[in-house]
């Protein structure tokens, strides 16, 4: 273009990639910011709210932490299956299943006590979770279907499950019509650990921990990166690829699945429509800035869960409507996108003469 | 040695024998990196003539006709049309200069059909009709004796077919030079007949053929004139009135020169390695070879003709269609797909070290763990650590640089890359070792080390080489198997000289008595 | 009487495809192109939302069609920025799209949500709508319907019966072939993608402007990756894709019909239909070697040359 030609370099940049979160994020907000003053609110006020929304008191750092805590364990599963460039984004509908699957642990067996009911939650989660990922794993190994409309899908056959599930059999009688489950019983609510952190938090670090002893310390999670990384070389050198599609599918499930319980245990206390939020778009997002770097998924979650309290925030204090986090959303990744240009490729000026 | 007089039908070509060139290369030169791919390059192309460019792979036949047809420029030296100079910024501005290239790799679109191919691109009305396309494809084809439907879809065509396409993409543009690069490897023996017509007839309508060849058969048949190519620079040229006979030809083409002399006693007892009886299918021809530990066998033969399939057979990565496969005593089936890790295993080092053997954004230990996980590993976990001490080991041993472990495989340059995937595979003390193309793309010394390696795995081991270096087989290999279309010519050992001296002739396909 | 109960019902069906035949082709001509673009959700409620604006705004739907064709098309362009200039990978950039889309819609229309706007009105087409049968159903519809019966034959001729139709494929089949023979793929795209993106912002239009008259949140509800999926149906023939429309549109006429009679089957399973239908179409598809049929330089982006 123009004066300049596009090379590719000979080793792609490596400390470009917060670099270009930065400048990403920063173009993102002016553009949002535009957005706002669009629809005639104050442009320096709604970034001063959406920073102080999230993390400016010690209260929006705990909203935050709360909501880092889904698109952690979201972002995890995701980041595992973009390595091995399968692009799941069932992430809701498996988050959507896992909720099912706790809500029908605990209507199951209501009396139970915690140390009983809690795991049993996790585990029907994440089997549910899991299932309904190995589906679309199935799918594309066996008929090639390719796995992208196949989630996609399920997303929304999930939610409109939960929504069967809470409009029609597991529907309290006793809450005059709104489609909810009956309350959950103390047993079957995470206790918090610190202020309102809930043993959410403690999950998430054992599941980071495991995670990660087990991509660098096991055979299995080896393979995972390399065959992942060039399935050429993954078929020279006799990986497993096959059973590791369905592999990292599942794990994704489940770790969804575990988003799903928590939330339903924790932010509402029942099953209702609105556990649904999004975060398995905002773990998309987020595993596809920080890639499967773990303390980097941890960074960036934490960012944009701070991103969706700050909005919150401006909801509150200045009427901007929800969607208005979508908009930021969609503007980090594609920036994030465009600004990957420059790890791989660099300009170099024409010289004269040439054509 | 069975020579026949070449059939050369052309009926017009005293028409052309004096006029003056179409097109000129003057002192062209080009060089990618440290490789001189052509130097001071001189040569003249006459209308209605057929120059054929013979020379081993790499000799810089194919940069050399790149230049002309406006892929990239030259470094130095100019390119002269109807004696006037001219400079190409791409290939559409040789196609407008009256240049035009026929691929290996054909660009065709191959959902559309023979008349839409021709015709991309080409100005004209908005409204298209696919009858009348048809209709002007089809008298062109006949013009030029091409046999083609102009209705066909191009995905459904035998490479003959498609070959005409392209021919007729430039025919349709009035090209007055086609040039074709190694045109008859994708062609059976008739499609190939079929071509030398056309060519003929369109060199009898005053067209430039320039025709890139290995094979001395072909070339003798249908060219005009000859040039060689030799390690970037033209060393002989021969005119239609002086053209001598194949076994000249052949030396002259392939020339030799020693790097290493090798002192390697041969196998007393053979405890057989690799056994193929009867190998077929997948262009594959009744493959018979034994290979014992102790030894080298070197397969040579120009690329294509079937080295890839049967190495995939031997290394795991395509089932046997017909005949006797047998590893380490064990038949195909048995052997994989669990093959032994360590000690009774097979080695495979593949050509293409960038994107098979390694994984290139991984660092070292990663990439050395590829294939040698399982040793590192104990029920299913894996020490790093270990396998980082190890990898320093080899990387030291092997002399790879730069010796950081955790740098990535991409910062290593093509040698050292090598010298890593072989301490790899080394390491695993394999009974059999699969090297395709080794030296490719190295320089000298690299190209020393490595074979220094493989003569020293092979009193270990079976080695099964794959070359397309002749020279490369002659240093290394106990025997010489030339394989030719999906089969071998010959297999002898590299003592009989009778033989050797045959061996440029036999790659070309040509028997031995 | 049987009449009267079919007559109805097919004449909805048309009514209900109509947008998802609109953005199908829309996302069709892109793709033939060779450019993924997973944005269609996002594109085409932006579009349904300016078509409201606009016509709101000045009276006029066609306008608003006008408008909503091009709002599409430009974040279309965005799309197009990301993977020609920056070469983004294209899966992640719709997906990106969609989300920033469907944000966009959904936050400048809030001020809008139930407000009740001029649209499109059905008229009966002289001659043609006297026809027994065929004509009651074809023919007794709003004037976007009738554009949506000469869209698939316009595809067709341009695609298969024009040079710059068959530069377009060239595009999106071997682009390397394309530019060797002299055309410029990159920009060929770059038109594609645009056209495209105005087809399936029509389409949103269409559920703003004539199927309802009015805005409100989530308009689209998942038409657009239908139309995804149905691109892939089609085999990328703009026949197959009336097909596959009209059968969408016939499962949300039949589920809406089953709520409203009361059916005792909740609505939410009802509504999975769509989607459960997707995946089986994907099936069949898949069965038949789907896949093979794409354009073959699909989703994969234009290097630059070295």
Known sequence: MMGYRVVKRQEPLNWGSFFIFLVALVLSLSLSGAMLAVQGKPFLKGLYLLWDGGFGQLYALEDTLLKTIPIFLCALGVAVCFRMQIWNIGAEGQFALGAVGATWAVLTFPAAPAWVLIPLMLVCGAVAGGLWALVPALLRLRLGMNEIITTLMFNYIGILLLQYMVYGPWKDPASFGFPMTPMFPVAAVFAPVVGRIHWGIVLCAVVAVALWFFLYRTRLGFELLAGGENPRAARYARMPYNFLVVFVLVLCGALAGWAGVLETSTTLGRLQSNVMAGYGFTAIVVAWLARLRIPTIAVFSFLLAGLRVGVENLQLELQVPAAFGGIIEGLILLTVLAGQFFVWFTLQPRSKGED | MTEQKPLNKRTARDRYTHLPPVVRLEGISKSFGRVRANHDITLDIRPGMIKALLGENGAGKSTLMSILSGRFPQDSGTIYIDGAPVRFTSPADALTAGIGMVYQHFMLVESMTVAENVMLGQRGGFLLSPRRMEETVARLAEKYGLEISPSAPVSGLSMGEKQRVEILKLLYRDSRVLIFDEPTAVLTPSETEQLFEALWRMADQGKSIVFISHKLQEVLSVADEIAILRRGEIVDEFHESDVPNQKVLANRMVGRDVVLSVDAPPVAVCEKVLEIEGLGGDGLDDIRLALCRGEIVAVAGVAGNGQKELVEVVCGLRRPAAGRVEILGRPWNAFYPHPPRRGRSLAYIPEDRQGLATCKYLDLVDNFLLTTRHAFSRRGLLDRAQAEDVTRRIVQEYNVQPGHVDAPARALSGGNLQKLVIGREFFREPAIIVAENPTQGLDISATEEVWNRLLEARSGAGILLITSELNEALQLADRIAVMYRGRFVDVFPRTDEKKVEAIGLMMAGVQPE | ?306
């Open chain 3, 1 to 306: 009487m049987y009449a009267e109960l079919v007559i109805p019902v097919l004449a909805a069906t048309i009514q209900a495809g109509t947008p998802i035949l609109f953005a199908t082709l829309g996302e069709m001509f892109t793709e033939r192109a060779g450019v993924l673009n997973l944005g269609v959700e996002g594109m085409m409620i932006l579009g349904a939302f300016f078509g409201f604006l606009f016509t709101h705004w000045t009276g006029n739907p066609w306008i608003g069609v006008l408008m909503a064709g091009t709002a599409a098309g430009m974040l279309g362009l965005l799309h197009g920025l990301v993977c020609q200039v920056f070469l983004g990978s294209q899966v992640v950039s719709g997906l990106a799209l969609t989300i920033l889309g469907v944000g966009l819609a959904d936050y400048l229309g809030t001020p809008y949500v139930g407000v009740i706007t001029e649209g499109f009105t059905p008229f009966a087409v002289p001659v043609l709508s006297s026809i027994p049968l065929a004509g009651d159903i074809f023919f007794r519809h709003d004037a976007l319907v009738y554009l949506s019966y000469v869209m698939p034959l316009l595809f067709w001729f341009f695609i298969c019966r024009t040079r710059a139709g068959m530069a377009l494929r060239s595009a999106g089949e071997n682009p390397a072939a394309s530019a060797a023979v002299g055309l410029n793929p990159v920009r060929l795209r770059w038109m594609a993608i645009f056209a495209g993106g105005f087809l399936v912002g029509v389409g949103g239009a269409y559920l703003s402007l004539a199927y309802t008259h009015l805005w409100t949140n989530n308009m689209t509800a998942g038409r657009g990756w239908i139309a995804v999926a149905l691109v892939i149906f089609a085999f990328w023939r703009p026949g197959r894709a009336v097909l596959g429309a009209y059968l969408f549109g016939g499962v949300m006429v039949f589920q809406l019909r089953l709520q409203a009679m009361g059916a005792t089957l909740p609505s939410s399973l009802l509504l999975m239909l769509p989607y459960a239908l997707t995946v089986v179409v994907l099936l069949v598809s898949s069965l038949r070697g789907g896949g093979g049929n794409a354009p073959a330089a699909l989703g994969v982006n234009i290097e630059p040359d070295e």
